[in-house]
C-alpha cells in the first residue's frame, strides 16, 4: 500500500477544527452547540464590499496580477500609511488569506532546518505552517499570570542559534488576545538588529483594540526596515473570513521579490475577493467604532463571568477576540470531547478549542482552551453558564 509522506504525518491537526465530528453529531441530535472554538466573527460585512461584487459587470473572471492588483495594492498602502506604516503598492504582495502570506514568507526567507522563535501560546496553524515549510518553531513560553505578556528578552535571546533565521509574534494576540507594548517591540527591535534576525508580525486584528490603548506596528520602529515583515488579512478586520485575500507588507526588496515568485507559481488571488476588498477600504471609521464597543461589551461579559465560576483562571485580553482560561481539569481535550459527546443542558451544549494545539511545547496548556467572544452577549452568558453547569457534572463523574 502507498505511504503517506513523513510530513503529511507530522501534520497536526487543527485544534479549532478536529473537533467539528463531534459538534456534528451533537447537532444531529438536536442538541445546540454555542460555538466558542472558533473565531467567526458574527458581525455583518461591510455592505460596501458586497455591493461591489454584485454591481459587477465583469464579463470575463480573468487572473489578476501576481502580486495582487494595482489598484487594491495602491488603496492598500493608503489604508497602511494612515495607520503609520509607511508602505507603498510595491511593498505589498496580495495573498490567498494571510495562511498564505505567511506561507510564502517561511519559504521565502528559511530553508529546512532552520528556527523560528515564538512567544506560545500562538495561533494553531503556525505548527502546520512550519511543518509544511520544514522549517522548526522553537518556543519561549508566555505564563497566564502576567496575560501572556512578551517573555523577558533574555529568554529569546538563550534561544537563538546559527539556523535561527526569524521571530514571530501575533499583535494583538491569537489565542491569547494580548496588545504588545511599543516597548516591548523596541526589545524585539534591538534583538533582531544585534543578530540580524527578520521580525514578523501577524497584525490581522490591529483594529481590534480596547481600553483607549493604541496598536504599534513593527513597521513603525526605526531602522529596520529591511528586518520587519507584516502578515494581514481582511478576514476579521472587514467580517470577511471566507473571501481569502491577505497580504505580505515589508520595505525587504529581496523579501518582496522572493515571495512573487511563490506568488506566481500559483498564478493570482482570487479576482472578485480582490473587488470586495478593493471596495471595503472605504467602509467609514463609524463601523469600527461599533465593532470595538461590541467585543468590548463581550469580553466584559466573558471574563466577568468566567471568574465567577470556582477554579478558573482567566487572563484578561487587550484586544482580538480571544481568550485564554484555565480550567479545573487535568484534560482539556478529554472535556471539550466530553462537552460534545455526553453533555447537554436543557438540550445545549458549548464547542471550546482545547489550548495545548496553541503550544508546541508538548505537555503544556493541557488544561487551557481558547474562547472566541464572537458571540451575541446574552448569548456568552448561556454558554458560561453551560461551561459552569459542565464542570461541575465533570468533576461529579471524575
Not at 503556525?126 to 523577558?152: D, H, Q, R, T
Not at 528578552?153 to 511599543?182: H, Q, W
Not at 479545573?328 to 494545539?357: C, H, R, S
Request: hydrophobic share 40%; charged share 25%; net charge neutral.
Amino acid at each position: 500500500m502507498p505511504k503517506i509522506s513523513l510530513k503529511g504525518q507530522k501534520m497536526p491537526s487543527s485544534p479549532i477544527r478536529k473537533l467539528v465530528p463531534f459538534a456534528e453529531k451533537a447537532k444531529k441530535k438536536g442538541v445546540h452547540v454555542y460555538h466558542l472554538n472558533i473565531g467567526q466573527p458574527d458581525i455583518k460585512t461591510p455592505s460596501v464590499a458586497l455591493d461591489a461584487v454584485k454591481k459587477n459587470t465583469i464579463d470575463v473572471l480573468a487572473y489578476s496580477h501576481s502580486a495582487g492588483s494595482e489598484t487594491y495594492r495602491t488603496k492598500l498602502a493608503d489604508y497602511y500609511n494612515r495607520n503609520n506604516i509607511p508602505a507603498s503598492a510595491d511593498d505589498i504582495i496580495v495573498t490567498t488569506g494571510g495562511s498564505e502570506a505567511l506561507l510564502f514568507t517561511f519559504n521565502s526567507i528559511m530553508d529546512a532546518g532552520d528556527e523560528l522563535i515564538i512567544p506560545e501560546p500562538f495561533y494553531a496553524n503556525y505548527n502546520g505552517f512550519s511543518v509544511a515549510s520544514g522549517v522548526k518553531i522553537v518556543p519561549v513560553i508566555s505564563k497566564i499570570e502576567n496575560n501572556f505578556a512578551l517573555p523577558p528578552i533574555g529568554e529569546f535571546e538563550k534561544l537563538i542559534t546559527s539556523n535561527t533565521k526569524a521571530i514571530l509574534i501575533c499583535n494583538p494576540g491569537n489565542p491569547t488576545g494580548y496588545l504588545y507594548t511599543k516597548d516591548e517591540l523596541n526589545k524585539l527591535a534591538i534583538l533582531v538588529k544585534k543578530h540580524d534576525l527578520f521580525l514578523i508580525a501577524d497584525e490581522v486584528y490591529r483594529e481590534f483594540v480596547y481600553d483607549g490603548k493604541e496598536h504599534h506596528s513593527i513597521m513603525e520602529l526605526d531602522g529596520l526596515k529591511e528586518h520587519t515583515i507584516i502578515i494581514d488579512s481582511v478576514s476579521k478586520r472587514y467580517s470577511m473570513c471566507g473571501a481569502r485575500i491577505g497580504c505580505i507588507v515589508t520595505k525587504n526588496k529581496n523579501v518582496i521579490a522572493t515571495a512573487l515568485k511563490f506568488a506566481q507559481a500559483r498564478l493570482s488571488p482570487p479576482t472578485y475577493a480582490q473587488i470586495a476588498c478593493e471596495a471595503a477600504l472605504e467602509t467609514k471609521q463609524s463601523y469600527f467604532d461599533d465593532v470595538i464597543d461590541e467585543y468590548v461589551q463581550r469580553r466584559n461579559i466573558l471574563v466577568q463571568e468566567l471568574k465567577k465560576i470556582e477554579g478558573i483562571k482567566v487572563a484578561q485580553p487587550s484586544g482580538a477576540f480571544y481568550c485564554i482560561a484555565e480550567l479545573p481539569v487535568q484534560n482539556a481535550d478529554d472535556f471539550a470531547k466530553w462537552l460534545l459527546e455526553d453533555f447537554e443542558y436543557n438540550n445545549e451544549t458549548i464547542m471550546v478549542a482545547p489550548a495545548a494545539g496553541f503550544y508546541s511545547t508538548p505537555n503544556v496548556g493541557l488544561n487551557q482552551i481558547r474562547i472566541a467572544y464572537v458571540l451575541k452577549k446574552e448569548n456568552l452568558e448561556k454558554a458560561v453558564l453551560i461551561l459552569k453547569i459542565a464542570l461541575q457534572r465533570y468533576k461529579d463523574l471524575n
